[in-house]
């Protein structure tokens, strides 16, 4: 069952988010060579405590650190560490909220220094897919309609979508129902309807859709050891169309 959402509890669900955005605002400024992927996970934590929130994804189903760094062929929840960021890297900074009984979630994916043109490629088709998936998540629509436009952005600029990890919608939970995949066929799944509220996050592959999960039981790399790119935004579905509500006002 996906909850529909009162326009009271959407405002619920913005203020965490916001708390997420400024939070990845700030970890935009302090990418850099030479910092340490730690370094990134201290400054989300002791931020979003200093906003009165909660990291939303320390100690769910284990996690150990508040927020996910994946460098380069790392696609989704790498764990921050003492990995120095160099000159060329790109990192994707996932990060999620609990604050006043709602969660917030978003991704970004950046340049560490100056990158190859196909990282800057990735990077920015991996952000416009989200844009084209969010565009169709209107009143009326069908779940199919999200997903496929994602997938034929990514595919029209010659990059992969990752299978095995998607979209959710989220609200009192982190993970809500439905599950929200970056491929799928347009008109099909379900209607989407005012008030729910989905965190869409396209994961693209420079080669292979095929990923595989580290040794640590979570860093999740590609299967060729290509570049990855992760962006996602919490928005909702309203009568006026869709709500980024992941971001900084
Ligand atoms: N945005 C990711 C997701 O929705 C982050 C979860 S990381 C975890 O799955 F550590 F909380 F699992
Ligand atoms: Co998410």
Known sequence: MVILRSPEEIEKIRASNHIVAEVLEGLKELV?????????DIYAERMTKKKGADPAFKGYMGYPSSLCTSVNSEVVHGIPSERVLEEGDIISMDFGTLYNGYYGDAAITVAVGEVTPV???????THEALYKGINEAKVGNRL??????VQTH????????????VGHGIGSKLHEE????????QGRGIEL?????FAIEPMVNEGTYKVKVLRDGWTVVTLDGKLSAHFEHTIAITE???VILSKVM
């Open 240 to 242: 006026n169309g869709p």
């Open 144 to 149: 199919g309609d999200i997903s496929a436009a």
């Open 32 to 40: 850099k060579p030479g910092v340490t992927t730690e370094e990134l």
């Open 178 to 185: 439905p599950q929200i995949p970056n491929f799928g066929v």
């Open 119 to 125: 990282a800057e490629r990735l990077m920015e088709a």
């Open 154 to 165: 990514v595919e029209n600029a010659g990059f992969s979508v990752v299978r095995d990890f």
């Open 193 to 197: 309807k005012s008030g729910m509220v």
